[in-house]
């Protein structure tokens, strides 16, 4: 399912970058996961003309209402299922210029989340989760980053501040060395 979306979002010349756990994955320890998250940035025109082809092609089952669904909610992301496989894709929409690196999945050149991106936000979702027992997996990924991946610690930490995270990183990046 993964070479399917990478071709067919490449192919589209769609504006895209993995995050969650097959980012997380990239940058520190693989892990499983049922779910690929994808953040994209399209226009409203993209969406019809580049997105949601791409997804058929890749063999996606896809509701465009959905699609309207999410783009009118808080949180813009829509799930749509493998058609050959038990897994599913979020696709999350974003208006804003992603921020990325480029990398490789399965031999085909891809984008990920920067490592400094993908800890914020994993960082946003410990300081969210109750009870703290259900964010352990966010805090493995971070360690695991921090310890195999090259992370602009000194913009991290500004971030963390901005974002009131500072003390779980503090604590998180501690337990990593």
Known sequence: MVK?????????GLDY?????????YYG?????????IVVKVT??????KLVPALRKAELRINEEKIDAALKSEFRIATFEDSKSPFTVDIIF??????????????????????ED???????????????????????????ILRFTEVDMKSLKR?????????????IANAAT
Do not use: C, W
């Not at 693989?30 to 998250?37: E, H, K, L, N, W």
């Not at 409203?44 to 003309?49: A, G, V």
């Not at 974003?94 to 399965?106: A, D, F, P």
């Not at 971030?159 to 604590?171: C, G, P, R, V």
């Open 17 to 25: 970058i993995f995050t969650g756990a097959l980012a997380a994955s």
């Open 118 to 144: 993908l800890i914020r936000v994993k960082l946003r979702m410990i300081k969210a989760t109750v009870p703290k027992e259900r964010a352990l997996k966010d805090i493995d990924d971070i360690r695991a």
């Open 29 to 37: 320890t693989p892990r499983t996961t049922m779910d690929i998250d």
């Open 44 to 49: 409203h025109d993209e969406l019809r003309t």
């Open 159 to 171: 971030q963390a501040l901005k974002d009131s995270t500072f003390a779980i990183l503090k604590d």
């Open 4 to 12: 399917r979306i990478v071709r067919n979002f490449n192919t589209a």
């Open 94 to 115: 974003s208006t804003e210029n992603l921020r990325k690196k480029v990398g490789s999945i399965l031999g085909l050149p891809t984008f990920y989340q920067t490592p």
